[in-house]
């Protein structure tokens, strides 16, 4: 992607957690994000369970506009 498009971010959490905590994590982080996003930056954003983020648009409609990946190595 261009610079200033797209935010990438990579989180690497070693024996912290459980495998079963894993889907909570996820949608840990897609709550964290919107509501970010809602606060920081006024935006009108939602999340298509369990890993899209979908902003409003203007006409009624909606676009994606981020995704999550949570995955754990054995």
């Known amino acids: 992607s261009s610079m200033g498009v797209c935010l990438q971010t990579t989180f ?19 709550l964290s994000a919107v509501q970010t996003a809602r606060q920081l930056y006024n935006l009108r954003v939602s999340i298509k369970w369990p890993n899209d983020i979908y902003a409003h648009e203007g006409t009624g409609g909606l676009k994606k506009v981020g995704g999550l990946l949570v995955q754990s190595a054995g």
């Open 12 to 30: 690497v959490l070693r024996s912290l957690l459980e495998n079963i905590a894993l889907s909570l994590l996820q949608h840990l982080i897609a």
